[in-house]
């Protein structure tokens, strides 16, 4: 774990300006070279050019992706608690509870500035669980 020098590091990375254009412009360089792979692609189709592309079926359907459905926060709580008592079983209670928790709040902890940038919480549902 990083410390205070990791934390400093990832506030500049995630938080300062020059880091948000640098993070936008590797993303809209992605962005550009996906649409230029596939014009290469369907020009490659067109001629019948690469090979090993010559004996592939068609293009594939495209993914239906439903719309995300709201979480079932209880349902959720419970099967992390299942999880948790499974894991203990498993390292024949090598690993106490206390131990185990300390965990849990450390990633808790570490990811919740992420979630919160995204506008989620996870104390309600965490407080849940606990």
Do not use: N
Not at 48 to 54: C, D, Q
């Amino acid at each position: 774990h990083a410390g205070e020098v990791g934390a400093r590091i990832t506030r500049a990375v995630t938080q300062s300006d020059l880091g948000i254009s640098v993070r936008r412009s590797v993303v809209r360089g992605a962005q550009t070279m996906d649409g230029l792979d596939g014009r290469w692609e369907r020009f490659s189709d067109k001629y019948g050019l690469g090979t090993a592309r010559k004996g592939q079926p068609g293009r594939p359907e495209p993914k239906v992706i439903p719309e995300a459905q709201p979480l079932d926060t209880p349902t959720a709580v419970a099967l992390l608690q299942i999880a948790d008592q499974a894991f203990l079983q498993a390292t024949s209670r090598q690993i106490s509870q206390a131990d185990l928790d300390k965990q849990i709040r450390r990633v808790q902890d570490t990811v919740s500035p992420s979630f919160a940038r995204s506008g989620l919480t996870m104390g309600d549902w965490m407080a849940l669980a606990g």
